[in-house]
């Protein structure tokens, strides 16, 4: 019995430190996180808020991580330009794209005057998805 105590001391430190070790110093945003400081931000222009769809954030999801590939905005323009985009129509669509270890995407944006912009443009259905360190921000209005 006492060799069986003494198994079980020295696994348990084993385990803490592996836990210690698979935990990241910085825990992704989810999406309505991130959505919640779009609408922070919106509100301190007297905007009203927007909301995610599944158009959105399937468009978000894929152009994440598209441009951890190819950190541009082209897959977006290239779309625009063939009438391609994944929406069956539309009025206004707009992109902001971040990469950025600390999660801080939509302050940046905020300090970055034509990304501020296309955050208080009138595109009621918005999305941000992340892949990795890459954020994209897909606006639109139908």
Same mark, same amino acid.
């Given at each position: 019995? !006492?060799?069986? &105590?003494?198994?079980?001391? #020295?696994?348990?430190?084993?385990?803490? @430190?592996?836990?210690?070790? /698979?935990?990241? /110093? $910085?825990?992704?945003?989810?999406?309505?996180?991130?959505? +919640?400081?779009?609408?922070?931000?919106? /509100? *301190? $222009?007297?905007? /009203? &808020?927007?909301? +995610?769809?599944?158009? +959105?954030? %399937? @468009?978000?999801?894929?152009? #994440?991580?598209?441009?951890?590939?190819? @950190?541009?905005?082209?897959?977006? $323009?290239?779309?625009? !330009?063939?009438?391609?985009?994944? $929406?069956?129509?539309?009025?206004?669509?707009?992109? %902001?794209? #971040?990469?950025?270890? %600390?999660?801080? &995407?939509?302050?940046?944006?905020?300090?970055?005057?034509?990304?501020?912009?296309?955050?208080? !443009?009138?595109?009621?259905?918005?999305?941000?998805? *992340?892949?990795?360190?890459?954020? #994209?921000?897909?606006?639109?209005?139908?």
């Amino acid at each position: 019995m !006492k060799h069986q &105590a003494l198994l079980f001391l #020295a696994i348990i430190p084993i385990c803490l @430190f592996l836990v210690t070790i /698979a935990t990241p /110093a $910085y825990a992704a945003e989810s999406a309505n996180e991130i959505l +919640t400081k779009v609408n922070q931000y919106r /509100a *301190s $222009y007297g905007l /009203a &808020a927007v909301r +995610t769809d599944p158009l +959105t954030c %399937n @468009f978000a999801a894929t152009r #994440a991580k598209e441009i951890s590939d190819e @950190f541009t905005h082209n897959g977006f $323009y290239d779309r625009a !330009k063939s009438k391609s985009m994944p $929406y069956p129509h539309y009025k206004l669509v707009t992109e %902001n794209l #971040a990469r950025t270890p %600390n999660h801080n &995407a939509v302050e940046m944006w905020i300090k970055s005057p034509k990304h501020a912009a296309n955050m208080r !443009k009138d595109t009621p259905l918005v999305c941000v998805e *992340s892949y990795g360190d890459y954020y #994209a921000y897909e606006g639109l209005a139908i």
